[in-house]
């Protein structure tokens, strides 16, 4: 028994499979899919409070409570900076609720960059009351390094939002 809950908790250890589709001098494609034990809705209202699940260390003001963003179409995933300053991170190009939610921009470093991105999320019910979150974030245009050592990064980063996305719709805490 004991084993089968150290192999359990092991499972659910486990990052939101991920995969560095492609990347080149000028720009990279990652993807990462991961199973939420929360129904579309659920999920996808989460989405809309980055404030209660990014890692505060992935944000120029090392504050996740600065962060919003607006549920429509142009809404902005935006960040307050200290002195009456904000930064726009991405904005809506796409709403589907509970289904896709769509953004471009360039986020962090990114946006010192001459590129910018496409980011999709999408929700897919599973019969198990689960829900399958699929993100894909294409970024082209000047990179001053090579895209595969961003892709890598990035891709870092997005799996770790999307893990701490997935503890907050689970348990409430990120």
Not at 37 to 55: C, E, G, S, V
Not at 70 to 92: I, Q, S
Not at 112 to 141: C, D, H, I, M, N
């Amino acid at each position: 028994m004991r084993l089968v809950a150290i192999t359990l908790l092991t499972f659910l250890a486990l990052p939101a499979a991920a995969e560095v589709k492609a990347s080149a001098i000028n720009g990279f494609e990652v993807a990462r899919s991961i199973t939420v034990k929360a129904p579309p809705n659920k999920l996808f209202d989460a989405l809309f409070r980055p404030a209660k699940w990014w890692n505060p260390e992935h944000s120029y003001s090392k504050t996740a409570a600065n962060l919003s963003l607006d549920r429509r179409v142009g809404g902005c995933f935006c960040e307050k900076l200290a002195g009456g300053g904000r930064v726009e991170h991405l904005r809506v190009v796409y709403l589907a609720p509970d289904e896709v939610l769509g953004l471009q921009g360039a986020l962090g470093p990114l946006a010192a960059e001459g590129a910018t991105g496409t980011l999709y999320l999408r929700l897919k019910p599973e019969a198990s009351g689960t829900t399958l979150l699929t993100l894909s974030y294409t970024v082209g245009g000047y990179l001053h390094d090579d895209g595969a050592k961003w892709a890598t990064a990035v891709d870092r980063v997005l799996g770790e939002q999307l893990d701490r996305l997935t503890r907050y719709v689970e348990t409430g805490a990120p």
